[in-house]
């Protein structure tokens, strides 16, 4: 058997879709930055990182004070919203659910967590399976896109501060996606690995009207 490290190729669930548009060339998608066509949408696909679904109780001072200490975010109790840093931003799912995505690798982050955790918890490795991607763009481009894809009112959200703002787990395209809107005025989705080729063609079609590209 050979001593030789292997190295192994990484991709992105949508890396192949990275410089497509939602406008048409001679049969094909054009490329990024033809400087064809103008985009008023944008959708990002974020590096990739680590997801980890979380499963606790709030009323666990133990619990909410690990996750504060490993991660220096607070954990968000309130239904509907996330609390972030430039490293890491945690969900709220339900009542004793979160998603924890972050830029730590993520076999280090759950060691961490599960050394200052104890008792009725669940920690388990997601990233395999998921995807973060960003849409942004004009306002008017952005929440015609939103309106397509879900039946949720996002534009009834309060704008979001640099560390906090407002997420749901709802139907998106028909599939399912964690949405959270940006102090940027972007928004974040969370999408299955299995939904990813979809959802970017729903992308693109929805956005059509407006221009849409695919960036990485």
């Not at 969370?190 to 009207?209: C, H, K, M, N, T």
Request: aromatic share 8%; charged share 20%.
């Amino acid at each position: 058997m050979s001593s030789n490290p292997v190295n192994i190729s990484i991709e992105s669930p949508l890396q192949y879709f990275h410089k497509l548009s939602s406008h048409q060339s001679k049969g094909q998608r054009a490329e990024l930055f033809n400087g064809d066509v103008d985009f008023a949408l944008v959708v990002k696909e974020a590096p990739v990182c680590s997801h980890l679904n979380l499963r606790g109780s709030a009323q666990d001072q133990n619990f909410v004070n690990g996750i504060s200490q490993v991660l220096d975010i607070a954990l968000p109790t309130e239904p509907g919203t996330y609390n972030c840093s430039q490293e890491a931003a945690i969900y709220w799912l339900g009542p004793d659910e979160w998603m924890l995505v972050s830029r730590t690798e993520a076999a280090e982050l759950e060691a961490a967590l599960r050394k200052v955790l104890s008792g009725h918890i669940s920690i388990v490795d997601v990233s395999g399976g998921q995807t973060l991607i960003n849409l942004r763009g004009a306002e008017d481009a952005l929440q015609t896109l939103l309106k397509k894809s879900s039946v949720y009112d996002f534009a009834a959200w309060s704008r979001a501060s640099k560390d906090s703002g407002h997420c749901t787990q709802t139907t998106f395209a028909k599939a399912t996606a964690v949405v959270s809107n940006k102090s940027d005025g972007s928004f974040d989705l969370i999408v299955r690995r299995s939904f990813a080729d979809y959802i970017a063609l729903w992308l693109l079609d929805a956005g059509q009207e407006f221009g849409c590209r695919i960036e990485g």
